[in-house]
C-alpha cells in the first residue's frame, strides 16, 4: 500500500501488521512513513495490564485512526471491536438471544464482562437468590441475555438471572406434566401460612391445606409442621393451567382406624364422647377420629323410643365394645349390656352378701346351742 492510497483522516478505518509490542504500546506497520501507535488504553474497552495480553507480533489488526500529529498516527483498536460489537448486541437484543461471556471483574455492585466491550452484570441480575460473595465468579463463563442497551450512554446491561428463571419456568412445567393425582413423594416445607404449607416438590411449590395435615383437627399448622421439615405428601391434584398443585400429608399418614384391631377387642369397657345423635342410635368418639355406634337397642336395658331420651351430645358415656371392623371402619357400641353387666354384678354381690350373713347367722346359732348344751 503506497503512501497515497492511505486516508488517514481521524474517524477512518485502516488495516495495519503489528510490528513491536511494548508494555504500554504497540507498534503498527500501516504502510505509512511512520508506524501507527496504538497506545494500552486504545487496546481494548476492558482493562488491560500489559499490552501483550491483547496482541502479539505479526497480527493483522483494522484499526481506526484516533489523530495524526506532528506525523505520528495514533491508533485504536477498542473503537473497531466497539463498533462490531454494538451491531452484534443489537442483534441479539432484538432476537433476545442467550450467548456466553466471562466475566472480566468483580466490581461492587456486580460483574464486568467482555462482550467486545465492557458489559455489566448487576448483583440483582446475577442470581434467582442473594449472593454475598461474587469472588467465585472471576473467570467464569456464563449464559446471558441483554437487560438493557443504549449505546448513546454506553451501556450494556445484562442477565444471568433470566437464563436461570428460564431454566426453574422449563423445569417446573417438565415437574407440573410428571405429577399425578395419588403419587406419594418427598418435599420440603417451605412456609408456614394460617391456612396451610407451602411444600416445595422438587422445582415447585404445592400447598397442604391446613385440613389435609392431620386426621384429627389442627388449630395451627406450626403444631404439625415446620420450615425445613422433609415429609412425604400425596398429590391430591394438579391444575396446569394456574400451576397449582394440592398436597396431602395426613393421607401419608397412619388413619386412626389403623391397628384399631389390635387395640380393641370385643368386650373392651371404652368411654367416649357422643358426638352425634341419630335416629337408629347414637355416635361415641372414643380415640381421636375413631366412633363407635351405639345402636338404639343397645342404649339402655329398657326400652326407649328415641336415643335423646338418654343420651345428649357433647355427654360422656361408657360402653362395652360388641364388635370391630378395621377394614370398615365400623365399631359397634352397646351401654345396655354394660348395664346388664353392672345389675348382674350387684346381684351377685347381693347374693354373695346374704350367704356371707347367713354363715354369720349359723355360727351365732351355733354357738349359743353348744353353751346350752353345756
Do not use: C
Request: proline share 1%.
Amino acid at each position: 500500500m503506497s503512501e497515497e492510497n492511505i486516508d488517514l483522516e481521524a474517524g477512518n478505518n485502516i488495516t495495519g501488521t503489528v510490528v513491536k509490542v511494548e508494555d504500554k504500546q504497540v507498534f503498527v506497520d500501516i504502510g505509512y512513513k511512520s508506524e501507527g501507535v496504538i497506545p494500552i488504553s486504545e487496546l481494548s474497552n476492558l482493562h488491560v495490564e500489559s499490552a501483550e495480553d491483547i496482541v502479539k507480533e505479526g497480527d493483522e489488526l483494522t484499526l481506526q485512526v484516533k489523530k495524526v500529529e506532528d506525523e505520528e498516527v495514533v491508533l485504536s483498536k477498542k473503537l473497531v471491536d466497539a463498533e462490531k460489537a454494538w451491531e452484534d448486541l443489537f442483534v441479539k437484543y432484538e432476537n433476545n438471544e442467550t450467548f456466553e461471556t466471562t466475566v472480566k471483574e468483580v466490581v461492587k455492585g456486580g460483574l464486568v464482562v467482555d462482550v467486545g466491550l465492557r458489559g455489566f452484570i448487576p448483583a440483582s441480575l446475577v442470581e434467582t437468590y442473594f449472593v454475598e460473595d461474587f469472588a467465585d465468579y472471576q473467570d467464569q463463563t456464563l449464559q446471558v441475555k441483554i437487560a438493557d442497551l443504549d449505546q448513546e450512554q454506553n451501556r450494556v446491561i445484562l442477565s444471568h438471572r433470566a437464563i436461570k428463571e428460564e431454566e426453574q419456568i422449563k423445569e417446573r412445567q417438565d415437574l407440573l406434566q410428571s405429577l399425578e393425582a395419588g403419587q406419594v413423594i418427598e418435599g420440603t416445607v417451605q412456609r408456614i401460612t394460617s391456612f396451610g404449607a407451602f411444600v416445595d416438590v422438587g422445582g415447585a411449590d404445592g400447598l397442604v391445606h391446613i385440613s389435609e395435615l392431620a386426621h384429627n383437627h389442627v388449630e395451627k399448622v406450626s403444631d404439625v409442621l415446620s420450615e425445613g421439615d422433609k415429609i412425604n405428601v400425596e398429590i391430591l391434584s394438579v391444575d396446569l393451567d394456574s400451576e397449582r398443585i394440592s398436597l396431602s400429608y395426613k393421607n401419608t399418614l397412619p388413619g386412626p382406624w389403623t391397628g384399631i384391631g389390635e387395640r380393641l377387642q370385643a368386650g373392651d369397657h371404652v368411654t367416649g364422647v357422643v358426638k352425634r345423635i341419630v335416629t337408629f342410635g347414637a355416635f361415641v368418639e372414643i380415640e381421636d377420629g375413631v366412633e363407635g355406634l351405639v345402636h338404639i337397642s343397645q342404649i339402655a336395658n329398657r326400652h326407649i323410643g328415641t336415643p335423646e331420651e338418654v343420651l345428649s351430645a357433647g355427654e360422656e358415656v361408657t360402653a362395652k365394645v360388641l364388635s370391630v371392623d378395621e377394614e370398615q371402619e365400623r365399631i359397634s357400641l352397646s351401654m345396655k349390656e354394660l348395664e346388664q353387666e353392672k345389675e348382674q354384678g350387684d346381684i351377685e354381690q347381693y347374693e354373695k352378701d346374704e350367704d356371707d350373713s347367713s354363715f354369720q347367722l349359723g355360727d351365732i346359732i351355733g354357738d349359743k346351742l353348744d353353751k346350752y348344751k353345756d
